[in-house]
């Protein structure tokens, strides 16, 4: 069995089926990381059962799938109706805080009025655990003990904080809507395990059609670890320079660029400004 050629066969029935490696990983039963070496050629002889799976999740033929040679696949895909910018971006991924909703100084604010500390400690302090919290490595529980522990308190609640001072970003529904009509978009976010959801929920993200989402405490990386990029990068089954970062902070931008990515830096405190620059870069 040519490994390499079964890889790029499996990988074009997924990009044809319109699945990403996460959500064939469900569907076929799979694990991330096994998914991912197979699409490399990196397994030598992948059983039959795991390749059959994947046949029936992408809904391909398995004997398609198996032969060295395949002509159906290699046919040009469907034609897509989403765009090309002249800048030659056609996939859209965007931060969460500081992008799509702001909360950082009300949130802080709160937080020192409660515990009787400035809300520069409070904020110090957040972004001293932070890391560790978006990646998983510790939970949010672990996270409010040891910001309680370093202010001498026992009240610090960083879920409650959060979410009653988010607000989304003015301006951001209608321009997302308009993004989703004609490129492919995304979320690649660093965040606390189930605030994305909860956003989502409470409409704060808007109700568009996400092709994929990056939440760094569900694939244990964050920005702006290469890891978190080649993994995005991957899910949107796009070349580098075809996708656009919308981000607030320089240093995750920064890798981006590095990644080759294209970037655009978001000032929340102009939202109407920088939805405009938006726009015009991605303009088709």
């Given at each position: 069995?040519d ?8 990988q074009l029935a ?16 799979l694990?991330y990381s096994?998914l991912a070496?197979?699409?490399r ?7 039959v059962?795991?390749?059959a799976?994947?046949?029936t ?6 004997e398609?799938?198996l ?10 895909a469907?034609t897509?109706s989403?765009k090309r ?12 805080n500081g992008?799509?909703v702001?909360?950082?100084?009300r ?8 515990l009787?500390?400035a809300?520069d400690v409070?904020e110090?302090?957040f972004?001293r ?13 672990d996270f ?12 610090f609640d ?9 607000q ?5 529904d ?8 004609h490129y492919?978009?995304?979320i690649?976010s660093n ?11 409470k409409?704060l ?5 996400f092709?994929t989402?990056v939440?760094s405490?569900?694939v244990?990386a964050?920005?702006p670890e290469p890891?978190?990029?080649e993994l ?6 796009a ?5 656009l970062l ?5 240093s995750?931008l920064?890798a981006a660029?590095r990644a080759?990515?294209?970037v655009?830096?978001f000032?929340?405190?102009d939202?109407?400004d920088n939805i405009d620059?938006i726009?015009?870069?991605l303009?088709?």
């Amino acid at each position: 069995m040519d490994e390499q050629a079964l890889g790029k066969r499996l990988q074009l029935a997924r990009k044809r089926a319109g699945l990403t490696q996460q959500e064939l990983c469900q569907k076929a039963g799979l694990s991330y990381s096994t998914l991912a070496k197979i699409e490399r050629g990196a397994i030598r002889s992948p059983s039959v059962f795991t390749v059959a799976h994947i046949a029936t999740a992408t809904g391909t033929p398995l004997e398609e799938l198996l032969e060295t040679v395949d002509k159906s696949l290699s046919s040009p895909a469907p034609t897509s109706s989403k765009k090309r910018s002249k800048t030659g971006v056609r996939f859209v991924y965007f931060d969460v805080n500081g992008t799509l909703v702001r909360f950082y100084q009300r949130a802080f604010t709160d937080a020192a009025q409660d515990l009787g500390v400035a809300a520069d400690v409070i904020e110090t302090l957040f972004w001293r655990h932070n890391e560790g919290l978006c990646s998983g490595r510790n939970s949010l529980e672990d996270f409010n003990r040891e910001i309680s522990k370093e202010l001498g308190a026992t009240a610090f609640d960083w879920h409650k904080y959060y979410m009653e001072n988010v607000q989304a970003m003015p301006g951001m529904d209608e321009l997302l809507r308009w993004c989703a009509q004609h490129y492919e978009v995304g979320i690649l976010s660093n965040n606390a395990a189930g605030f994305i959801d909860e956003l989502r929920r409470k409409k704060l993200i808007p109700d568009v059609e996400f092709k994929t989402i990056v939440d760094s405490c569900q694939v244990g990386a964050v920005k702006p670890e290469p890891k978190i990029y080649e993994l995005a990068q991957e899910l949107a089954a796009a070349e580098a320079a075809e996708i656009l970062l919308v981000d607030d902070t320089r240093s995750f931008l920064t890798a981006a660029d590095r990644a080759g990515w294209q970037v655009l830096w978001f000032d929340e405190d102009d939202p109407e400004d920088n939805i405009d620059r938006i726009k015009k870069y991605l303009e088709f």
